[in-house]
């Protein structure tokens, strides 16, 4: 089975990383860093994926894509 795609993107207002998910009904979660991100998700993607019916044996494989945009001053 493939794995289920999450994204996560750099939220600067509220400096949290936020994680959503076309394939994982009903993920919406934050954490500060992309660690404790990670241990969330490996939580609720698989309590979502059951409380959706999406029958899973065993592990569940999740590929997270991040993404922050920043913004470098040359020097004068």
Partial sequence: MKPFFIRAEWDEEESVW???????????????????????????????????????????AFELLTRRFEIARAAA
């Fill in 18 to 60: 936020v994680a959503t998910s076309d394939d994982v009904p009903g993920l919406a979660t934050e954490s500060a860093t992309l660690e404790a991100l990670v241990q969330k998700l490996k939580i609720m993607v698989p309590e979502l994926l059951d409380a959706n019916g999406v029958l899973m044996n065993g592990d569940v």
